[in-house]
C-alpha cells in the first residue's frame, strides 16, 4: 500500500545505442504496438508505454494464483535518443540526471557489428555508457540507496541474414571493449590526465569492470551495481512476419 502511494513518479526505461541500430522503430513498436517508419534522430524522444498484458511484472511475483482481482499492468516513460556522434551528449546526459531510471537499453544492429568498424564504434559507445554506470554506481555507494541500473543489450535485426547471434554479438562486444578499455587507459596516462592525485578521478576509476584485468566480461560490471543481460530480436520482421521483442518486454517487466 506504501509502495503505491508514493510511486507518483512514472518510472523511466532509455533507449541508447549507435545511429541506425533500430531505437526509434523499437520506440513506435512498444509504444503503438506497430512499428512505424523513422529519420535519423536528432533530439530525444518520451513515449508512454505500457506493459503488454501477455508479459508478467514484477510486482506480480507476490501476487497469489487464486488472485481474481483485476490486475492493471503497469506503465513506464520510454526514453529515445539520437545516435549520432555528435548528438550523444542528450543520451550521456540523461544518464546522470537524477530520474526513475529503472533500466537501460542499448540496442545494437547485430549485422552492423560483424564488421570492423561497426563493431568498434558500437564497443566504445557501450563502453562510455558502462563506465559512466559504474562511476554513477561508486559515487552513490556511500548514499543510503545505491542506484544499480541494469543494461540490456538488445541484439536487434535478428532478421537480417547477414546478422550474427546474441551470443557472438555478446563475446564479440566484450573483446573489443577489452581493447578500447586499454587504448582508453593508456591515452590517459600519455596525455597525464588522471596522473594528479585529485581524488576519485585517477586511473582506477576510469577503469571499466575489474581493475587491471586483461579480459573484459559483462559479468565484472556486476561489483559495479550493473547487471548486463544480452538477448537477440528483432522489431521489424521479414514480409508478413512479426517482429520478436517478447524478451526484451520480459525484461523490461522484470526490472520495473
Ligand atoms: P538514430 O536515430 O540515428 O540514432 O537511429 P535509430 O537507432 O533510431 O534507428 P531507427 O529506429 O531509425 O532504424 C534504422 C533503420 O533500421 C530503419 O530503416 C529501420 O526500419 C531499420 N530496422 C530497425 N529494426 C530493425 C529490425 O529488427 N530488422 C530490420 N531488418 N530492420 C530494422
Ligand atoms: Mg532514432
Given at each position: 500500500?506504501?509502495?503505491?502511494?508514493?510511486?507518483?513518479?512514472?518510472?523511466?526505461?532509455?533507449?541508447?545505442?549507435?545511429?541506425?541500430?533500430?531505437?526509434?522503430?523499437?520506440?513506435?513498436?512498444?509504444?503503438?504496438?506497430?512499428?512505424?517508419?523513422?529519420?535519423?534522430?536528432?533530439?530525444?524522444?518520451?513515449?508512454?508505454?505500457?506493459?503488454?498484458?501477455?508479459?508478467?511484472?514484477?510486482?506480480?511475483?507476490?501476487?497469489?494464483?487464486?488472485?481474481?482481482?483485476?490486475?492493471?499492468?503497469?506503465?513506464?516513460l520510454?526514453?529515445?535518443?539520437?545516435?549520432?556522434?555528435?548528438?550523444?551528449?542528450?543520451?550521456?546526459?540523461?544518464?546522470?540526471?537524477?530520474t526513475?531510471?529503472?533500466?537501460?537499453?542499448?540496442?545494437?544492429d547485430?549485422?552492423?557489428?560483424?564488421?570492423?568498424?561497426?563493431?568498434?564504434?558500437?564497443?566504445?559507445?557501450?563502453?562510455?555508457?558502462?563506465?559512466?554506470?559504474?562511476k554513477?554506481?561508486?559515487?552513490?555507494?556511500?548514499?543510503?540507496d545505491p542506484?544499480?541500473?541494469?543494461?540490456?543489450?538488445?541484439?536487434?535485426?535478428?532478421?537480417?541474414?547477414?546478422?550474427?547471434p546474441?551470443?557472438?554479438?555478446?563475446?564479440?562486444?566484450?573483446q573489443?571493449?577489452a581493447?578500447?578499455?586499454?587504448?582508453?587507459?593508456?591515452?590517459?596516462?600519455d596525455?597525464?590526465?588522471?596522473?594528479e592525485?585529485?581524488?576519485?578521478?585517477?586511473?582506477?576509476?576510469?577503469?571499466?569492470?575489474?581493475?587491471?584485468?586483461?579480459?573484459?566480461?559483462?559479468?565484472?560490471?556486476?561489483?559495479?551495481?550493473?547487471?548486463?543481460?544480452?538477448?537477440?530480436?528483432?522489431?521489424?520482421?521479414?514480409g508478413?512476419?512479426?517482429?520478436?521483442?517478447?524478451?526484451?518486454w520480459?525484461?523490461?517487466?522484470?526490472?520495473?
Amino acid at each position: 500500500l506504501y509502495r503505491k502511494a508514493s510511486a507518483k513518479v512514472l518510472p523511466t526505461v532509455l533507449l541508447i545505442g549507435p545511429s541506425g541500430a533500430g531505437k526509434t522503430t523499437l520506440l513506435t513498436l512498444f509504444a503503438n504496438g506497430t512499428p512505424s517508419a523513422t529519420h535519423t534522430s536528432q533530439e530525444p524522444q518520451t513515449a508512454l508505454c505500457q506493459l503488454p498484458s501477455t508479459t508478467s511484472s514484477h510486482e506480480d511475483r507476490y501476487r497469489s494464483e487464486h488472485d481474481t482481482s483485476s490486475r492493471s499492468q503497469p506503465k513506464f516513460l520510454l526514453v529515445d535518443t539520437p545516435g549520432h556522434g555528435k548528438l550523444r551528449h542528450h543520451a550521456l546526459s540523461s544518464l546522470t540526471s537524477p530520474t526513475a531510471l529503472k533500466g537501460l537499453v542499448f540496442v545494437v544492429d547485430s549485422a552492423a557489428v560483424s564488421s570492423a568498424a561497426g563493431l568498434t564504434e558500437t564497443a566504445e559507445y557501450l563502453h562510455d555508457v558502462l563506465l559512466l554506470l559504474q562511476k554513477r554506481h561508486t559515487q552513490s555507494k556511500t548514499s543510503r540507496d545505491p542506484q544499480a541500473i541494469p543494461v540490456l543489450i538488445a541484439a536487434n535485426k535478428q532478421d537480417v541474414f547477414t546478422s550474427l547471434p546474441a551470443s557472438l554479438v555478446k563475446s564479440k562486444l566484450e573483446q573489443e571493449i577489452a581493447k578500447a578499455r586499454q587504448t582508453r587507459s593508456k591515452g590517459l596516462l600519455d596525455s597525464g590526465i588522471g596522473m594528479e592525485d585529485d581524488g576519485g578521478d585517477d586511473e582506477e576509476s576510469n577503469w571499466l569492470g575489474q581493475y587491471g584485468a586483461k579480459e573484459f566480461k559483462f559479468a565484472q560490471m556486476e561489483e559495479h551495481g550493473v547487471e548486463v543481460k544480452v538477448i537477440g530480436g528483432n522489431v521489424r520482421g521479414e514480409g508478413e512476419e512479426k517482429g520478436r521483442v517478447e524478451e526484451w518486454w520480459a525484461w523490461i517487466g522484470e526490472n520495473l
